[in-house]
């Protein structure tokens, strides 16, 4: 289909609202909205938001949740040629309020679901609330077209995005509209979205790929289909009640699902793409969604928020089979056409194993907090290696360092892990996804995860599973059949699910403090008290 090349999002969705005024844009909890309808709800949400403040504000904080007014109000933003802070009721008043104070909110705008807050988060923010009912009922109607035609260019800020720190900090990415639209054309191209398509919804606004959801589906036609709470725990319900033709989430929920009894085989049979992403997809995970859904392609998608949603994926057509790779996983695939990609090893120069750094348009100008740039960024080039840029803001032709450990395998990139999630116990460098591999080489086990416990120095690896209970004997023999005696885990619990966040990624912080806090038992571990420390100045043991 022809695609206009509007030069942000705001005149990407106002073509698409003109083009498609008769076409269902969203359904949720029984009702739909056509784009007309959609966009005359945002026109009224926009006046009410410059009547609250009697001018223009720049920055809105969204504290709503799969409601009219959170995907209206969204559009209204878009409409105005404001900045977007997606807020999450769910989250405490005193984080909301941090983001939206840092991001410079002056409009706190609230459902039912974040009403409750909304006066607190306004306050600490130096912003004023808007408090909307569920419905909008008590907006009077407004024709869109009325409303000017928004100011904003490709250099101006889109969203704000806050992602968890490891200083326990969230820091703000900036995402302008220049970042964001080559991605959704190349998401509508590459996953025939148009009208009749009819999108899920899994992800709450505060994860970017919530910004697929919207923007992709909204600015080609489709219908974005919003579950009822807790309905993606039954992904084939939610999927052939509301007629699915595209499904994106965590793999987590093919975990969740497969134990809730869920994923027969064919029992999403309408389905055509699926893609998943914000954490890694086992052969496992894969295997059941494919399974169910026989005739759906499949991509596993892979990008930091950074680089605006994804910018890496693997294709696999409708019962294609996976290639095999080192750690069970399928692979993240190679980055979008319109990107670059290298992958360094510590010292800066290529490897075929190292830390994945990307550019190119989808990749951020830089953090909300400049200081947080820091150690974020490479100069170079893919053939010649990466040296650290200067502070400061980055150049157009700097390489985001995404803190993740890739290997190539057969042409396509493997995740290993977050850089951040390697261990060094008695000297030895670990990387814990190896492990957890290993552990999901049991054909009982449907995942795992493996975390250090205790202070510097006096570090131990425990592991997770879920599966069977009781396997823990003969998971610590096939440990010991795989893994050399430093890998190995000093013990192994069942778990009936691995704790997420609120994003659906396993939550290893969480699993940590609570394998902390549940005593060793003396004869719990297959692994010796002791062994020999690393030789010295050996820091990788294989």
């Known amino acids: 289909m022809p695609f206009s090349r509007p030069s942000s999002l ?8 003109h083009r498609y005024a008769r076409e269902p844009a969203l359904e949720i909890s029984g009702d739909s909205f056509t784009y007309r309808e959609m966009h005359s709800t945002a026109a009224s949400i926009a006046d009410a938001l410059v009547a609250t403040t009697g001018r223009l504000p720049s920055v809105l904080a969204l504290c709503a949740a799969r409601s009219l007014p959170a995907y209206a109000g969204y559009l209204a933003a878009v409409r105005l040629g404001w900045t977007v802070v997606p807020l999450n009721p769910a989250f405490p008043a005193e984080r909301n309020a941090a983001a939206a104070a840092a991001a410079g909110a002056r409009v706190v705008l609230a459902d039912g679901s974040g009403a409750g807050q909304a006066a607190v988060v306004a306050d600490r923010a130096g912003a004023r609330p808007l408090v909307l009912d569920d419905s909008c009922a008590e907006l009077p109607p407004t024709d869109p077209d009325t409303l000017p035609a928004a100011r904003t260019g490709p250099d101006d800020v889109a969203y704000v995005i806050f992602t968890s720190g490891t200083t326990g900090r969230p820091k703000g990415v900036p995402i302008r509209h220049r970042h964001l639209l080559p991605f959704l054309r190349h998401c509508v191209r590459a996953y025939a979205i148009g009208p009749g ?42 999927v052939n009640e509301h007629r699915l033709t595209h499904w994106f989430s965590v793999p987590s929920v093919v975990s969740v699902a497969e134990r809730l009894g869920d994923l027969a085989e064919g029992s999403m049979p309408g389905l055509r793409w699926t893609l998943f992403g914000g954490d890694r ?16 392609a499949i991509d596993n998608t892979y990008g930091p928020t950074e680089m605006t949603v994804f910018c890496t994926a693997l294709r696999l057509a409708a019962g294609q089979r996976c290639m095999d790779t080192s750690n069970g996983t399928v692979p993240i695939g190679t980055p979008l056409p319109h990107l670059e990609h290298v992958v360094v090893d510590p010292a800066g120069r290529p490897a075929d194993q190292g830390e994945l750094c990307l550019r190119g348009p989808q990749r951020f100008d830089g953090y909300l907090d400049p200081t947080d740039n820091t150690g974020r960024f490479g100069l170079g080039s893919a053939a010649g290696g990466l040296r650290p840029a200067p502070a400061g803001p980055p150049p157009p032709d700097a390489w985001y360092r995404t803190g993740d450990l890739v290997v190539r395998e057969q042409g396509q990139l493997v995740h290993l892990g977050r850089l951040d999630h390697q261990v060094k116990i008695r000297g030895y460098r670990i990387e814990t996804g190896e492990i957890e591999s ?3 080489s049991d054909p009982a086990v449907t995942d795992a995860c493996v975390v250090a416990v205790g202070p ?68 719990t571990g297959p692994a010796p008290r002791r062994h020999d420390p690393a030789p010295a100045g050996q820091t990788a043991g294989r």
Request: aromatic share 6%.
């Open 10 to 17: 705001s005149g990407l969705l106002q073509a698409a609202a």
């Open 197 to 238: 398509s009819r999108l899920s919804h899994t992800y709450d606004l505060t994860f970017d790929p919530s910004v697929f959801d919207l923007f992709s589906t909204w600015s080609a036609g489709g219908t974005l289909v919003v579950p009822d709470r807790n309905a993606t725990l039954r992904p084939s319900v939610y």
């Open 281 to 296: 997809l086992t052969r496992r995970q894969l295997e059941r969604w494919s399974a169910a859904a026989p005739g759906s």
């Open 456 to 523: 510097p120095g006096a570090r131990e690896l425990h592991a997770a599973y879920v599966g069977p209970p009781g396997r823990g004997p003969a998971l610590s023999a096939r440990l010991r059949s795989l893994l050399p005696p430093y890998m190995l885990p000093r013990r192994i619990v069942h778990r009936d699910a691995l704790p997420l966040t609120a994003n659906g990624k396993i939550d290893r912080m969480r699993l940590a403090e609570e394998l902390r806090a549940q005593p060793v038992p003396a004869t």
């Open 438 to 440: 290993a552990l999901r």
